[in-house]
DNA sequence: TACATTATTATACGTTCGTATAATTCTTGA
DNA sequence: TCAAGAATTATACGAACGTATAATAATGTA
């Protein structure tokens, strides 16, 4: 006798992109790129293996959706921590560096699915672009926020400075993130900030943190 | 009539390991882990595909092996900057510094190698094990260095101390070495390693290097 | 020089991959 | 209520993967 046909409800097209996306990175971050084949993404999205090709062209198409996807989520935490714009540039920035270096930015899943995608970033025009994106409009904002921070101080660095030191900074950053995310248990909770407040107050040559006692 | 067999010469079953384990790194680097089939890697080292199972007991293990050799060689590539015993702490130091920033450990093909191989390590205790005695090596390494540079200025370190500071230069280190390797073209020769003697500086809270001008 | 040994090549096998196509079932509008 | 159409499932297909086995040729030794 013919096997029983699943049952299914139709949905936004919308809604299961979404649900496709979150699967692949949820594989993607727990087990690697070898992990996210069609079968098991659509396994894990609740749905049959053929939905792939229907809601997408190619799986490299939907890998580009799951990149752009995280990324934004990633930019996102962390810029939402500096926007009340009527707040101290030094406020802003110290929010930026913490929400760079805590969860959900900060995170193993985080490193994990930066560890799988970089090789396709580099292969595919597409995501190069969506990356090279997100990486300047994280550093043109903690830039702005640099400049912000020494005109405040009374300095008045120009535009070839200001970039020097962002790209500096950022480079701390992204280090201290790497660090954490590979070996989340080897820092105490606000730690990795307090480690970048310092190293970056270094290159700034002016305090970043208000008045926090030191041990 | 049947195909023509190649001909070969017999080799020393090392010569033929590490043919094997370089032509893996070469491809893993190049275009990432799924780049590195049996037949890609006996290709490029001039083999037949049989080679592999029987010079390793299976692709995982010649794996492991291609990994555990690339993490030597790095090491060894920091580790032996610093070696002339006699040199004052803080010279090797800024030595250890300068080789972890500059190629080829900081390298885009280190940080592919390093991508690429995480979600193995990961998975696989054997390559945790080869991981975790390459990063403590490197840190204790660090940690020794760090530790006698302040001693030399007449501080006395604890334990707990050394190791926090070590872990957070480390931290600095892990992230320019990040930022290097994926963004070769964004920092000027050496400086790199002038921000990390600026950030390390302000961690141990004394100069690292001697007396370069600042500009 | 002949022979045994074994490193090496060549081929085969079963599995899984991404993709393509066929078959079905849910939904909607007249 | 019922047929058209689209979303979804099910299945098929060729390629490539890691592994296993068979065939061959280079080498050391008597």
Redesign the interface.
């Known amino acids: 006798m013919p096997a029983a046909r699943r049952h299914f409800t139709r949905d936004d097209p919308a809604t299961r992109q979404t649900a496709l996306i979150s699967a692949a990175l949820d594989l993607m971050a727990e087990?690697?790129?070898?992990a996210a084949t069609v079968r098991a993404i659509s396994g894990a999205a609740g749905l049959s293996q053929g939905m792939i090709r229907h809601h997408f062209r190619t799986k490299e198409e939907l890998m580009n959706a799951a990149y752009k996807a995280h990324m934004d989520a990633q930019i996102a935490a962390a810029e939402n921590s500096a926007i009340p714009v009527t707040d101290p540039a030094r406020t802003r920035l110290q929010r930026l560096i913490s929400a760079s270096l805590t969860p959900p930015v900060c995170d193993p899943r985080a490193?994990?699915l930066?560890?799988?995608f970089?090789?396709?970033i580099?292969?595919d025009p597409a995501m190069r672009a969506t990356h090279e994106a997100g990486y300047l409009r994280f550093r043109d904002r903690l830039q702005g926020l640099i400049a912000a921070l020494l005109r405040e101080a009374g300095r008045d660095p120009d535009e070839a400075e200001a970039r020097r030191l962002a790209?500096?900074c950022?480079?701390?950053?992204?280090?201290?993130?790497?660090?954490?995310g590979?070996l989340p248990d080897?820092?105490q909770s606000g730690e990795?900030a307090e480690?970048a407040l310092?190293?970056i107050?270094?290159?700034l040559e002016m305090p970043v943190v208000s008045e926090e006692a030191k041990p």
């Open positions: 087990d690697g790129p070898q490193i994990s930066w560890a799988g970089i090789h396709m580099r292969r790209i500096a950022n480079a701390v950053l992204d280090g201290l993130w790497l660090e954490g590979a080897a820092f990795l480690i310092g190293a107050g270094a290159i």
